[in-house]
């Protein structure tokens, strides 16, 4: 049995917990930071066999997990937590000698960790650095994880895979670019990130309610042609763009040709049966196993329910690849499916 700090998105830990519950027998699971992030033992699985089999079927709400290597108790003292870390980095000495690692600090807002997530990590660099260790943020070999709770300092130490993100917490963070036309494109950003599918590879996409043209733009900018469906006007600057054609029309007054388009995606704010209903009608104007990044919000009061039924649903016309709750998923989840032959 292993112990692991998880983390969903803030309202949705229960559902986190539910979808483990059903997957693994005989795991345990306790609250830390209410609606977000909670402990759970793997129960009769080795951690090391508990994280394989949730890389191979990943569930939709869980974003995060580190290994807890030791729980030391929290006092408050700035002294005795920056041993307690100096400590755990020590103990690691001959995995992390001549390696990268990268610090993640988080803490609960009950907590009385005395450090910042920055001061934190500054109070253990240099010691990784005295045992021979890289410091970095991003693309390390190592992550050295550390949660501090109300009344404990949780740590682990890990690789960046097996913590299903190498984000602090699983929170994905980009660029603000200045001119950004909506943060609706950190979604579409994220998705290209989590379901490891390269936007440039596609040629010509669908956009369904494109305005004011978020997702529209990430597509623009990977070089993919874009078909905007949506009767609301878009952003000024994307209208001279050449690979740009914008229908002002409602998602459900469109058509095209059989196997038009290579991507369809869709990030429209209506009830999710009336989404799936218009992408369904939709699927034949893309071509075979032409892919597609969907947005269904969760209107209802059982989302897991609801998410089962649409899959069902989309299944028709569609396979389903991954269903996943994005960091930048509010109450609604992202899917990618791929058009069936």
Same mark, same amino acid.
């Given at each position: 049995?292993?112990?692991?700090?998880?983390?969903?998105?803030?309202?949705?830990?229960?559902?986190?917990?539910?979808?483990?519950?059903?997957?693994?027998?005989?795991?345990?699971?306790?609250?830390?930071?209410?609606?977000?992030?909670?402990?759970?033992?793997?129960?009769?699985?080795?951690?090391?066999?508990?994280?394989?089999?949730?890389?191979?079927?990943?569930?939709?709400?869980?974003?995060?997990?580190?290994?807890?290597?030791?729980?030391?108790?929290?006092?408050?003292?700035?002294?005795?937590?920056?041993?307690?870390?100096?400590?755990?980095?020590?103990?690691?000495?001959?995995?992390?000698?001549?390696?990268?690692?990268?610090?993640?600090?988080?803490?609960?807002?009950?907590?009385?960790?005395?450090?910042?997530?920055?001061?934190?990590?500054?109070?253990?660099?240099?010691?990784?650095?005295?045992?021979?260790?890289?410091?970095?943020?991003?693309?390390?070999?190592?992550?050295?994880?550390?949660?501090?709770?109300?009344?404990?300092?949780?740590?682990?130490?890990?690789?960046?895979?097996?913590?299903?993100?190498?984000?602090?917490?699983?929170?994905?963070?980009?660029?603000?670019?200045?001119?950004?036309?909506?943060?609706?494109?950190?979604?579409?950003?994220?998705?290209?990130?989590?379901?490891?599918?390269?936007?440039?590879?596609?040629?010509?996409?669908?956009?369904?309610?494109? +305005?004011? *043209?978020?997702? =529209?733009?990430? %597509?623009?900018? /990977?070089?993919?042609?874009? @078909?905007?469906? &949506?009767?609301?006007?878009?952003?000024?600057?994307?209208?001279?763009?050449?690979?740009?054609?914008?229908?002002?029309?409602?998602?459900?007054?469109?058509?095209?040709?059989?196997?038009?388009?290579?991507?369809?995606?869709?990030?429209?704010?209506?009830?999710?049966?009336?989404?799936?209903?218009?992408?369904?009608?939709?699927?034949?104007?893309?071509?075979?196993? +032409?892919? *597609?990044?969907? =947005?269904?919000? %969760?209107?209802? /009061?059982?989302?897991?329910? @609801?998410?089962? &039924?649409?899959?069902?649903?989309?299944?028709?016309?569609?396979?389903?690849?991954?269903?996943?709750?994005?960091?930048?998923?509010?109450?609604?989840?992202?899917?990618?499916?791929?058009?069936?032959?």
């Amino acid at each position: 049995m292993a112990d692991f700090i998880a983390t969903a998105n803030p309202g949705f830990a229960p559902f986190a917990m539910e979808e483990l519950r059903r997957s693994f027998s005989g795991i345990q699971q306790s609250g830390l930071a209410p609606g977000e992030t909670f402990k759970v033992s793997s129960g009769p699985l080795p951690g090391s066999e508990w994280i394989e089999l949730l890389k191979k079927k990943e569930p939709i709400f869980l974003r995060h997990v580190f290994p807890v290597d030791q729980e030391t108790e929290l006092t408050g003292s700035p002294e005795e937590t920056a041993a307690a870390l100096v400590r755990f980095a020590s103990a690691h000495a001959d995995k992390l000698k001549g390696t990268t690692v990268a610090v993640q600090v988080r803490k609960s807002q009950d907590s009385p960790f005395p450090f910042s997530s920055a001061e934190g990590r500054d109070a253990v660099a240099p010691t990784l650095r005295e045992l021979g260790a890289e410091v970095a943020a991003r693309d390390t070999k190592w992550i050295l994880s550390v949660y501090a709770a109300k009344k404990s300092l949780f740590m682990g130490l890990s690789r960046p895979e097996d913590n299903l993100s190498d984000w602090p917490g699983g929170a994905v963070r980009f660029r603000r670019e200045e001119g950004l036309i909506s943060r609706a494109a950190f979604k579409l950003l994220e998705a290209e990130k989590a379901f490891n599918l390269p936007l440039k590879s596609f040629v010509n996409a669908l956009d369904l309610g494109a +305005a004011p *043209g978020g997702w =529209t733009s990430v %597509l623009l900018d /990977r070089g993919v042609k874009v @078909t905007a469906v &949506d009767p609301a006007e878009m952003d000024e600057s994307l209208l001279l763009n050449p690979h740009l054609r914008h229908i002002r029309k409602n998602a459900a007054e469109v058509s095209f040709a059989p196997g038009s388009f290579d991507l369809l995606v869709c990030d429209m704010s209506w009830d999710p049966h009336h989404t799936c209903r218009i992408v369904s009608e939709l699927a034949p104007a893309l071509s075979a196993g +032409a892919s *597609g990044i969907i =947005t269904l919000k %969760l209107m209802y /009061r059982k989302p897991m329910h @609801t998410i089962q &039924d649409l899959l069902q649903e989309y299944k028709k016309h569609f396979e389903i690849r991954k269903v996943k709750q994005l960091f930048h998923n509010r109450e609604e989840v992202t899917i990618w499916v791929k058009r069936r032959p």
